[in-house]
């Protein structure tokens, strides 16, 4: 039985790939700090090859046991929650990856750095390939999350290039589903939220900038297919279907049934333009593509909720 570490698995992404790693068979230890989730999104892994250990990643990682796979996920993902913890941010970003990359390398398993589209920052190329560098604003307030990613990103190549660790980086673009806090600042969470409570959907700017959304099912099967694999550079997972704000906001009222008012607030400082995953790449070498279309993804989440989508929505 293969045995797989999880950073961060209490979280949103964490605790579906968990459940997908036991499905698969694996023993999976868990490592959260539970700085911003709760034990409530693993409290149904009730598996003997299931492990919790509450752990933060800042400090130094011990295992006693063997271990095949290490997938780095801890990191303040949320807007809300490195704005608010900008320290903790590129600490977990810098200390946290040290650590999980020295796990990697004293257990000689395969790691996975959860890596994000952010490291594009607003991006002047459209789709975004992986060859892309990226334009990142060091010292904007996004800078503590996404120069935290751009840090790991060469920590864990240079663990591979110089001390021989068997690497991967998996460059995430928005992801959703069941298990997303609903006060998490990101875009969906929040618009089902204001939706289903008949409040203002909040839409930044005027709603014409664009992302491209996952269905976390589709994310969490590209994410063990490059574990997987023997790939050591990124790899963008994404869904390349997207969108604009505006039509996001439409969509959701609409399935929601909702009779909420779109309403436009001030764009967030640095909020990138466009977003959208070439993910060449990913079809290539992991014959991966997004199964999940936006809009029954979104049903699953409402279900998720306790809420049917509209009838004929
Ligand atoms: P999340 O906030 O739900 O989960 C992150 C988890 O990491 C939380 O449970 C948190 O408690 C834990 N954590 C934070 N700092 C820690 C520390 N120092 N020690 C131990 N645990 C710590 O976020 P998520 O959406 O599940 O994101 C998971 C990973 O995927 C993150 O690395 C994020 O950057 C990346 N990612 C997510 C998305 C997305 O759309 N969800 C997009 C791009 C990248």
């Not at 998996?170 to 806090?181: E, K, S, V």
């Amino acid at each position: 039985m293969p045995t797989s570490v999880v950073t961060g698995g209490a979280g949103f992404l964490g605790s579906h790939l968990c459940e997908a790693l036991l499905e698969r068979g694996h023993r999976v230890i868990c490592l959260d700090n539970l700085v911003v989730s709760t034990l409530e999104n693993i409290d149904h892994l009730r598996d003997d090859a299931f492990v919790f250990v509450n752990h933060d990643v800042i400090e130094p990682i011990v295992i006693d046991e063997p271990v095949d796979v290490v997938f780095h996920l801890a990191a303040l993902a949320s807007p809300v929650d490195y704005l608010r913890m900008p320290l903790h941010s590129l600490k977990t970003g810098s200390y946290g990856t040290h650590h999980a990359l020295g796990l990697a390398k004293w257990k000689r398993a395969r790691f996975v750095l959860a890596s994000t589209s952010e490291v594009y920052g607003d991006p002047e190329v459209h789709p975004q390939p992986e060859t892309y560098w990226g334009n990142v604003n060091p010292i904007g307030p996004r800078g503590v999350y996404d120069e935290a990613k751009r840090y790991a990103e060469a920590l864990t190549m240079a663990y591979h290039r110089q001390q021989g660790v068997d690497t991967a980086i998996a460059r995430i673009f928005n992801t959703y589903g069941p298990r997303m806090r609903a006060h998490d600042g990101r875009a969906i969470p929040t618009f089902l939220r204001q939706a289903l409570e008949g409040k203002p959907v909040t839409v930044f700017g005027d709603g014409s900038q664009t992302r491209s959304f996952c269905y976390v099912d589709d994310l969490v099967r590209g994410i063990v297919l490059l574990a997987e694999s023997g790939e050591h550079l990124p790899v963008n997972l994404g869904n390349p279907d997207e969108k604009t704000l505006l039509e996001l906001a439409r969509l959701i009222i609409r399935l929601a049934g909702s009779s909420s008012e779109i309403v436009f607030e001030a764009l967030p400082v640095d909020d990138p333009q466009v977003r959208r995953p070439d993910i060449t790449r990913a079809r290539q070498l992991l014959g991966w593509e997004p199964e999940v279309a936006l809009e029954d993804g979104l049903r699953r989440t409402l279900a998720s909720l306790g809420h049917e989508a509209a009838v004929g929505a």
